[in-house]
């Protein structure tokens, strides 16, 4: 399988339990519907797994896979990158996108004036917060009054300038 057609939704961060479980901090808001994941290790070749048991803890989540079955297996994954397929994720929805998709747009006001490029996202708790850079950074809004569309085809994205925003 070619990285570039997988999406990488997590991390790794410790075992958890005897019975090979593995505690993971994850990329995505509705992990459910993954039925099969691949781990990278560290420095290793990456494998693909069934998920055969799923359930939030603190943050994070408890995974199971079939094939690891105890503590020291469990252990030598610390640090995995978590990937999916891409053609695996659940479809959107009308003016939906993944936050993979974003990373990378090129970011113009409606005046046509190039604000740069998007870096990064994360969730504000009301909003996703695009993080936009070229000889600085800005943190734009995923608001509808900021947005105004977005061009997929082009790789461009654009916005509103609004009073306060930069």
């Not at 409606?110 to 950074?137: C, M, P, Q, W």
Request: with cysteine; net charge positive; hydrophobic share 40%.
């Amino acid at each position: 399988m070619q990285e570039n057609a997988l999406l990488r939704i997590g991390k790794v961060i410790k075992p958890h339990g005897l019975k090979g479980k593995l505690k993971v901090l994850l990329y995505t808001s509705n992990p459910y519907k993954t039925t099969w994941v691949y781990l990278k290790p560290k420095g290793g070749f990456m494998r693909l797994y069934k998920v055969i048991s799923i359930k939030p803890l603190k943050g994070h989540y408890i995974i199971g896979l079939e094939g690891i079955k105890d503590l020291e297996q469990a252990k030598s994954f610390v640090g995995a990158s978590v990937y999916c397929k891409k053609e695996d994720l659940p479809p959107l929805g009308e003016g939906e996108y993944y936050w993979y998709q974003v990373i990378g747009l090129k970011v113009y006001f409606e005046s046509g004036e190039y604000l740069g490029k998007v870096t990064h996202v994360f969730n504000a708790g009301s909003s996703d917060i695009f993080v936009v850079r070229n000889n600085k950074e800005y943190l734009i809004p995923a608001i509808v009054d900021v947005i105004k569309a977005f061009d997929w085809e082009k790789g461009i994205l654009w916005i509103t300038k609004m009073e306060g925003l930069l």
